[in-house]
């Protein structure tokens, strides 16, 4: 079985089964499953599959970040369950859950402008080109070449209002070739000369206002969206042998005169408002306005907000032949990139590195799920440092007003061609200082680091047997891995004096009964990482961790003896289960006169828990001794090789 039916397999497992999905999609990054039941789907089992980034939840709608191997993947539930575009029948006795009007609008408008995304940006590169052929004199404006390439990148944008009525009746589940019809009727050469010749318009006697309907968003969306209903109702009431005639002539005779005197008008003043709005915003605020937006541009993503913010930018491109939203967008990306490679510089997690410097490339391409849900979010901080390098690229932008001057590749690198103009070199430092504000504050601020899977330990769940003793309190503990076993040097965990196992008073440990190991009096409170490894298990108490060395050495460092009666007061842990840490890092502290105040002989034991790994046991130390000094040299056991027989 190929990794992409493996992972297919187990998602469609963890996300409640076959009978749990309506419909599945995906875009460039995501699977994006309408669920019937999102409760049912176990959001953390998926975050831990190999091949899954990543989940999320935006309205009704469950994502799961795959990469760029999402269309594999898509493929693979397919063969499954073929949900595609359709999905299993619905279930009648499922309830269904009422999702709230504003996540309900952004379904909308993101189901809307996803599929015109490629013919968008297409055409925005070639007329980002042609910017470029102008600056650099590449071509006569005047030649035929020009002309026609100009026509090419034009067509998308003036003819817009089609692909956005063809792509709204298919969200609204409307005849798209009716819807289509409508938006042809807006754009006839006839009524725009009509508009054009001055006057009085009316039909039937009622206004008509004189609008630009090339180059539109919200009047056909509005136009589409009265559509849907009007054509459904007429498909009720008209008796199925004259539908194919009167539902689209009735549709049309109804939609295109209330677009040409309502929706028209209306969808006109709503996006010229939307769009002299962010325009006088960030032309009054200047730096604080980039700052405030491109620090939160990342959270308005998270959110499918920004789908609410794509309309306003192609208003403001046709309206003002400029754009200040998605420069913004492209800082934010940046930002979270610099971010993610600030996480790969500073990760001591081969697999993680790798990872992360290869989303981090995705982002600043354009595409920011995978290093936002697989590497940002996942270890919070980096999350926050992308977001302050959004804001200061952002803050460049407001100040010094950078613009787009056509819709072009995605919002990031490829993009840049859209930036030519005026504004270019600022548009260029913005998106340089995101990415290195966000880069410098991840690796300065730091980040609890994310274990290899292959090298998650064995916890120390057997080390806190027997079960007769009074120190077996609960241990979480991480799932065991094969590790080579080696030769290795143990540091001391504390600075205080060395003791001998065998004189620690407790039976338990004096025994070696949990195996053998050294024991160290403290006289600082501060337990640290005795060699490289990954922090397998935590007392729930705190006042015990378990780790397995890089060289495979599995330990149970024990605070104090009996000190499980504490119930974890005095004791403050610094790491969490499968994190790796390194030698001499803390790892938990604790109060040694409140803990010596109670009554606590705070002799704190080191236990090798894979004793029988070892045949040599060696103290390097028998008296004071600091923290991170040599303490116990262990030497692979020797294997055995038995007779063989006659």
């Given amino acids: 079985m190929s990794k992409h039916e493996q992972t297919a397999k187990s998602v469609l497992e963890k996300i409640g089964g076959e009978s749990n999905v309506k419909t599945m999609t995906h875009c460039m990054t995501r699977l994006r499953f309408e669920l019937r039941d999102n409760d049912k789907a176990d959001r953390a089992a998926l975050e831990n599959t190999p091949g899954v980034m990543g989940t999320n939840i935006a309205g009704t709608q469950f994502q799961v970040i795959i990469g760029n191997d999402v269309p594999k993947v898509y493929e693979q539930i397919n063969k499954i369950g073929a949900f595609g575009g359709g999905g299993a029948a619905q279930d009648d006795d499922v309830p269904k859950k009422k999702s709230n009007p504003f996540s309900a609008l952004l379904d909308i408008i993101s189901g809307i402008f996803t599929p015109l995304l490629p013919a968008l940006a297409g055409a925005g590169m070639i007329k980002a080109l042609l910017s470029v052929s102008d600056a650099f004199g590449w071509m006569a404006a005047d030649g035929s070449t020009y002309q026609i390439l100009k026509v090419i990148g034009d067509g998308t944008f003036f003819f817009l209002p089609i692909l956005i009525a063809f792509s709204a009746a298919k969200k609204f589940g409307s005849s798209m070739f009716l819807a289509a019809a409508i938006a042809g009727a807006v754009l006839h050469p006839e009524l725009t000369a009509l508009f054009g010749s001055g006057g009085d318009l009316n039909f039937l006697g009622l206004p008509v206002t004189v609008v630009t309907y090339s180059s539109s968003v919200i009047p056909i969306l509005l136009a589409i969206w009265a559509s849907s209903y009007v054509e459904k109702f007429l498909d009720k009431v008209i008796p199925s042998a004259l539908k194919l005639l009167f539902v689209p002539m009735l549709t049309l005779l109804v939609i295109v005169p209330a677009t040409l005197i309502a929706f028209g008008p209306v969808g006109s003043i709503i996006g010229e408002g939307l769009a002299g709005g962010i325009t006088w915003l960030l032309d009054n605020t200047g730096i604080f306005g980039g700052l405030v937006l491109g620090g939160t541009m990342s959270l308005i993503i998270m959110t499918g907000m920004h789908w609410a913010l794509v309309p306003i930018a192609i208003l403001s491109l046709a309206e003002q032949n400029f754009d200040y939203i998605l420069p913004i967008m492209f800082a934010a990306n940046l930002g979270q990139a610099g971010a993610t490679f600030g996480v790969f510089l500073r990760s001591r997690n081969p697999q993680f590195k790798a990872l992360s410097l290869s989303t981090s490339f995705s982002a600043m391409m354009g595409i920011t799920e995978p290093a936002m849900y697989g590497v940002n979010m996942r270890l919070k901080k980096p999350f926050v440092s992308g977001l302050i390098g959004g804001a200061a690229g952002g803050a460049i932008y407001g100040l010094f007003h950078v613009k787009i001057y056509v819709m072009a590749g995605g919002a990031g690198l490829p993009g840049i061609p859209a930036m030519i103009g005026p504004t270019f070199v600022y548009g260029m430092i913005g998106m340089a200082v995101a990415f290195a504000v ?169 236990i090798v828990t894979n004793t029988k790994e070892f045949e040599g046991f060696t103290a390097l130390h028998s008296s004071s001794i600091e923290a991170g000094q040599p303490l116990l040299k262990l030497d692979v056991a020797t294997p055995k090789l038995e007779a063989l027989g006659d």
């Fill in 438 to 606: 966000g880069a410098a504050v991840t690796f300065v601020m730091g980040f609890k680091d994310i274990a290899v899977p292959a090298s998650e330990t064995a916890a120390a769940a057997d080390a806190v047997a027997p079960a007769a003793s009074a120190e077996a309190a609960p241990v979480a503990a991480v799932t065991p891995a094969i590790v080579e076993i080696r030769n290795t040097e143990l540091s001391s965990p504390l600075t205080g004096t060395v003791k001998a196992l065998a004189d620690v008073d407790d039976a338990t440990f004096a025994g070696e009964y949990m195996g053998k190991g050294i024991a160290v009096v403290p006289s600082a409170g501060v337990v640290t990482a005795p060699a490289d490894g990954i922090v397998n298990s935590l007392a729930v108490t705190k006042h015990a961790v378990g780790m397995q060395t890089a060289d495979g050495t599995e330990l149970l460092i024990h605070i104090g003896l009996n000190t499980v009666r504490l119930k974890g007061q005095h004791f403050n842990v610094l790491v969490e289960e499968g994190q790796a840490v390194t030698a001499g890092q803390p790892l938990i502290t604790f109060n040694m006169n409140a803990i010596r105040a109670a009554g606590y002989d705070l002799t704190t034991p080191m």
